[in-house]
């Protein structure tokens, strides 16, 4: 049985393990980012949160650590939030 490199499991408030799977663009973009990029992160109502430079990068989680303009470290989930590279124009 094969598995799938883009699956993973996570702990649910009950005490069992849910299997969360990342779709392949979630993946492929995860995969195109790089320690120094700048983004802005939104919410499902496609306002910014907030914006910083990627500090560290978890793609097969779908996760990594975003360093905000504020100094704030924040934790970008790929499945909370809609995620946009922006140019090196700071």
Do not use: C, N
């Amino acid at each position: 049985m094969e598995q799938d490199a883009y699956a993973y499991s996570v702990p649910t408030k009950a005490g069992r393990m849910a299997k969360v799977k990342l779709s392949e663009s979630e993946m492929g973009f995860m995969l195109s980012l790089a320690v120094g990029d700048l983004v802005e992160v939104f919410d499902d109502r496609s306002v910014v949160e907030w914006a910083g430079t990627l500090e560290e990068i978890a793609p097969e989680l779908g996760i990594a650590w975003v360093r905000t303009d504020s100094g704030e470290r924040k934790l970008l989930d790929i499945q909370e939030h809609s995620i946009r590279r922006l140019p090196y124009l700071r």
